[in-house]
């Protein structure tokens, strides 16, 4: 069964830019959440998608937006680049159900390591 | 809000030794879960185990176990027969218990580092 592949798993970008992040969760799952990780904050919720629609959000500015497609596929993307933003970006896939052994579990995958100069 | 707190930045323990890491956590749920996760230098985000507050059993997964004391607000990780795949920054995470929810409240972890 393959695990949560994102992509790319590393870029940089210059300030002001705009970046699209994509995410392909577990095959069967429906929930997809993102993540921010920096060595001053900590990880953070960013926001999560079930079924196309934004299920839950973060405390997090509006240049960071997400979609989630038909085949469960997310991406998220941050405009108008600041240095502050450069970060490892996690996403994690789950069922999305309440409910099983499996609920309210993610899975996460590896990472895209954001650098912003 | 939750906040969950690992005050310990980092740890070192001795290979096949045991070693246990501390959490505590804030809440005003009643029923919530809580976990453990693994990030290794790959920084791939492991789940090591989960604990469900309303079980009062101990959660425990081969080498891993928790001792999970609910009215304390407390959730320790124990790792037994430490090996050095074990070496990685390990994290507490709250999750409220409210049907599907994939939102994650994590501490700001621990390095632990494990001696051949």
């Known amino acids: 069964k393959a695990g949560v592949t994102q992509t790319p798993r590393y870029l940089i970008k210059t300030r002001g830019q705009q970046v699209t992040l994509s995410c392909s969760p577990i095959?069967?799952?429906?929930?997809v959440s993102w993540y921010q990780q920096t060595p001053g904050q900590g990880l953070q919720f960013l926001f999560e998608?079930?079924?196309?629609?934004?299920?839950n959000k973060g405390n997090f500015p509006g240049r960071f937006s997400g979609r989630q497609f038909s085949n469960s596929r997310s991406e998220m993307n941050v405009s108008t680049l600041e240095l502050g933003d450069s970060a490892l970006y996690l996403c994690?896939?789950?069922?999305?159900?309440?409910?099983?052994?499996?609920?309210?579990?993610?899975?996460f995958g590896a990472g895209s390591r954001l650098t912003v100069l | 809000a939750q906040t969950v707190t690992q005050s310990q930045p980092e740890m070192s323990v001795q290979e096949a030794e045991t070693v246990t890491l501390s959490c505590t956590y804030d809440?005003?749920?009643?029923?919530?879960?809580l976990f453990w996760y693994k990030q290794p230098p790959s920084r791939q985000m492991i789940l090591v185990i989960r604990?469900?507050?309303?079980?009062?059993q101990n959660a425990t997964e081969n080498r891993f176990s928790v001792n999970f004391q609910k009215a304390a607000k407390s959730f320790s990780l124990k790792i037994s027969d430490s090996q050095l795949g074990d070496t990685a920054m390990y994290f507490c995470?709250?999750?409220?218990?409210?049907?599907?929810?994939?939102?994650?409240?994590f501490g700001k972890g621990i390095t632990l580092s494990v001696r051949p």
């Open positions: 994690a896939s789950s069922s999305g159900l309440a409910g099983g052994s499996g609920a309210n579990v993610l899975t």
């Open positions: 095959s069967g799952h429906r929930s």
């Open positions: 998608y079930f079924s196309e629609t934004q299920r």
């Open positions: 809440t005003s749920e009643s029923n919530y879960y």
């Open positions: 604990q469900e507050a309303y079980k009062q």
């Open positions: 995470a709250f999750m409220k218990h409210t049907g599907a929810n994939s939102k994650l409240t």
